[in-house]
């Protein structure tokens, strides 16, 4: 999304001013007229800027938690959007034009029309969640297809762990569990070519702030009481998920491994081909399998395979 680059620095002036300040102020120092001046402070507020406007001028009361083009600078490649049918199908069609990215870059949204979950099922995305495809934009071998859904479930993990919500986990194959409640999920697009992957997008879903009051779906902040600036939780991802990019896949596994709380449980797990496995889940190995052991049988169920995990007869929605 194209960044008005005066809109932009009238936002600045005003975070940086602890008072009021003057339409007259910012029309003199922009060149520009106060109905100008006026314009754009509307179009800000619009943007979900909490902006104070009166006879003094226009103070920003509180940063509030809206995503906006304006807090992210180019080389960051994050390109938000107030409103998308999906992160995935903008990611997709950007990669599709022949003039597109040379380098990786995520989409974000504030919220989705058409949000895509699991299975193709549809991901309720209101404003107040991270809504976000992560694109890696260049060739990897197809070893990796199953294991970059792990690096961004343990960067999700890690990201709100690392902002103050405490025992974050997830359950196998990609949700995103607080007490035991899923809040977000993952799922992936990639496109091959004889024995590569070309390029990868990874869809992530997370409920932050959402208000799901008297509904099935929650949210962090319904679960924990705790809200998030979704625009630091943004950048903290991203910084973390470059970082695990690089882990080793034996360092992902050993990471993975402390947010997994159906390790070494009994677990029961009902595939897209409506087979059941039984067994105690061993470990995650370095090729992104879920090893299940049971009296009569080991298996390795890869990332994708899994449409539901049941522990100890609960099943978790």
């Known amino acids: ?39 754009h402070i509307k179009a800000l507020q619009d943007e979900g800027y909490i902006i104070e406007s009166g006879h003094r001028g226009y103070k920003l009361s509180e940063e509030g938690d809206n995503l906006s083009s304006l807090d992210f600078i180019p080389s960051e490649k994050i390109h938000v959007y107030r409103e998308l049918e999906s992160t995935m199908y903008a990611a997709a069609q950007r990669m599709q034009n022949p003039e597109g990215e040379s380098d990786d870059f995520i989409i974000l949204a504030d919220h ?3 949000g895509i979950g699991r299975d193709g099922e549809s991901w309720t995305s209101p404003s107040g969640g991270i809504y976000m495809t992560c694109v890696i934009n260049r060739s990897l071998p197809l070893s990796e ?4 859904p792990l690096r961004g479930i343990l960067t999700v993990l890690q990201s709100l762990e690392s902002s103050g919500i405490p025992n974050p986990h997830f359950r196998w194959p990609g949700d995103i569990m607080i007490q035991d409640r899923k ?25 932050i702030n959402d208000d ?5 779906v929650t949210s962090v902040a319904d679960i924990t009481g705790i ?18 990019l690089c882990l080793t896949p034996a360092d992902l596994c050993k990471d993975l491994t402390t947010y997994s709380l159906f390790l070494h449980k009994h677990v ?45 007869g609960k099943i978790y929605e």
């Open 183 to 207: 809040v977000g999920g993952v799922l992936e697009e990639y496109h091959i070519r004889g024995g590569e992957i070309l390029w990868y997008a990874l869809g992530i879903g997370i409920h």
């Open 212 to 216: 799901f009051s008297g509904q099935d």
């Open 112 to 114: 989705q029309l058409a």
């Open 1 to 39: 999304m194209k960044v008005n680059v005066t809109r932009k620095s009238i936002l600045g002036t005003i975070r940086k001013n602890t008072s009021w300040i003057s339409g007259e102020s910012l029309s003199r120092k922009y060149s520009i007229s106060r109905v100008a001046v006026w314009k």
């Open 145 to 148: 297809a199953s294991l970059i």
């Open 268 to 312: 029961r797990i009902h595939t897209r081909l409506n087979e059941i496995l039984e067994g105690i889940a061993q470990s995650i190995d370095t090729e992104g399998r879920l090893c299940l052991v049971s009296d009569s049988y080991t298996t390795r169920v890869l990332s994708g395979e899994s449409i539901k995990l049941t522990i100890k």
């Open 227 to 244: 809200n998030l600036n979704r625009r630091k939780i943004v950048r903290l991802f991203k910084d973390i998920w470059e970082k695990n």
